[in-house]
């Protein structure tokens, strides 16, 4: 008697391993983009609690237009919908919002009238990952810390923000309410 396999056993078993290792593949990839999409949303939460930090330590801003200053505002994050990346921002003015535009003034000169280019670094997002929506519904909203507690402004005005981040049809919500507290759903 021959000792072996038959072409018959040969092919199931390897008809098996492919199949197993199609469903393998298929998981792993929809578990790596969820992956990604709760790195990126602790990552958001973590430059929230930065921006907060520098609020409540009272960090001078960095100037490329002369010496350190002091915003008369705090420090924030600045999201528009549909972008893959946010701003962390220092609040020159005091108005609770980012402004894009201004001249060659210090923060310390700033005002609502004349503003100073308040973006501090832009973090982008990783591939794939954007904003998918924002609550209060609005384009962009600014999430603004003002020392020394640091209290919360969100504008447009609300008691609490939601940003939701999304990535091929999946989804993860940052939600900040008014004291502080941050939750990622």
């Not at 790195?39 to 801003?61: I, N, V, Y």
């Amino acid at each position: 008697m021959k000792k072996g396999f038959t072409l018959l056993e040969i092919t199931v078993v390897v008809s098996i391993i492919a199949l197993l290792s199609t469903i393998f593949i298929a998981n792993y990839r929809g578990g790596e983009k969820q992956f990604a999409l709760k790195r990126s949303a602790h990552k958001l939460a973590q430059d929230l609690r930065g921006a907060q930090e520098m609020a409540m330590s009272s960090r001078a801003t960095p100037s490329e237009f002369g010496p350190e200053t002091f915003p008369k505002g705090g420090y924030g994050i600045y999201f528009e919908t549909g972008a893959n990346s946010y701003i962390l921002f220092a609040d020159c003015d005091g108005d609770g919002l980012y402004d894009t535009t201004g001249g060659s003034l210090s923060c310390k000169d700033a005002t609502e009238v004349t503003p100073y280019p308040e973006k501090i670094e832009e973090i982008f997002l990783e591939e794939g990952i954007s904003v998918n929506s924002l609550f209060p519904v609005s384009a962009n909203v600014s999430l603004t810390f003002f020392p020394p507690d640091p209290t919360l402004t969100i504008k447009p005005t609300s008691n609490s923000a939601s940003i939701v981040l999304s990535f091929d049809g999946q989804s993860k919500t940052v939600s900040i309410n008014s004291v502080g507290l941050i939750d990622i759903d």
